[in-house]
């Protein structure tokens, strides 16, 4: 097959547009849809200048999403004085597995030329996710430990690093996963939340105070095209699944969009078109609760309960309770 841009050979078909790719072709579609969704999410502020740029902190993994989003971004933005990219790695203390990828997140910060900081668990918390998976004092999976201390991390040190937007790899079948799930329990509170991730709603008001802004610059491309961007581009991300990794039920709503999009192309686009508008919808009208977060008693994060759920788990972990 030949591309539909230029005529040289096809390396990629895309079913929801139909369009047959070259190498260079898809790479360029890829960064044109990433800047698109920065541009039409305003994350650029334009009271950003060179003397007070706005600081970026990308949470950065070493997995070919984070990778891929860092490489465009460093692309992007190298030229342009007005943004600041810090590139924030956690290491949550899994064997054989974090190791090689904080390798990756090095080698691609060193190429790049990029700021980057290293936080572990260890330091942060005094526990290593292989011990909390084999204690399980709450008995959880061990993700249910593990989001709640990286969230933890994300939002203080962008607080320390004086980020102005915190920006994630999540991609179009994460997005279009989480939006499923969430229709699916039915809980309008969780699918409100979905603007926490978004400029241009919930952060732009009433919690900007409190949470640094996100963005995420992928959800517009599906993960097989940022699996193949990160190959082409021949980048340095680490594909080994966490040895931890639980989420059976994602793991069902993943194939079950799987066989929607190649039986129905256009399916997660569609998806994520209104649960953007549901999600809007529902922030506004769950909005009020939103001022009602006080200060947890340890730590000062904001919680609606006397101690926050990061602090609670620490010290399940340690026994404590
Ligand atoms: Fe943590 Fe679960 Fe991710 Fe492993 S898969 S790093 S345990 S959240
Ligand atoms: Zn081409
Ligand atoms: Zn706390």
Request: net charge negative.
């Amino acid at each position: 097959m030949d591309c539909d841009k230029c005529g040289t050979d096809a390396v990629t078909h895309l079913a929801y547009s139909g369009l047959h790719l070259c190498e260079g072709c898809f790479t360029q579609s890829v960064e044109k849809r990433v800047r698109k969704r920065i541009r039409e999410d305003g994350v650029v502020p334009d009271d950003a200048t060179p003397e007070d740029p706005d600081t970026w902190v990308i949470g950065l993994s070493g997995g070919k999403d984070s990778v891929v989003l860092t490489k465009i971004l460093h692309d992007t933005f190298e030229q342009d004085p007005r943004i600041e990219l810090i590139g924030l790695t956690i290491h949550e203390g899994i064997e054989g597995y974090r190791d090689e990828s904080v390798d990756a997140c090095v080698e691609l910060a060193d190429d790049l030329d990029l700021r980057h900081e290293l936080v572990t668990y260890e330091d942060e918390f005094g526990v290593q996710m292989d011990d909390v998976a084999e204690d399980d004092p709450e008995g959880m999976a061990p993700c249910a430990y593990c989001g709640v201390f990286r969230r933890d991390i994300l939002e203080r040190y962008a607080d320390e690093l004086g980020a102005d937007k915190l920006l994630t790899g999540h991609n179009l079948d994460d997005e279009a996963q989480t939006a499923l799930m969430n229709f699916l329990e039915g809980n309008p509170r969780q699918i409100a939340k979905h603007f926490d991730a978004s400029l241009g709603g919930f952060d732009d008001r009433e919690t900007q105070e409190t949470f640094v802004p996100r963005a995420k610059p992928l959800r517009d491309v599906p993960e097989k095209e940022v699996a193949l961007y990160a190959h082409v581009e021949n980048l340095p991300a680490h594909i080994t699944e966490c040895p931890h990794a639980s989420e059976a039920y994602r793991g069902e709503i993943q194939e079950l969009l799987l066989k929607l999009e190649s039986n129905h192309p256009g399916t997660r686009h569609s998806i994520m078109a209104g649960y953007e508008q549901l999600a809007e919808t529902a922030a506004d009208s769950l909005r009020d609760g939103v001022d009602d977060l006080g200060e947890c008693d340890r730590c000062g994060a904001p919680t609606d309960r006397d101690v926050c759920r990061k602090c609670y788990l620490v010290e399940a972990v340690d026994g404590e309770v």
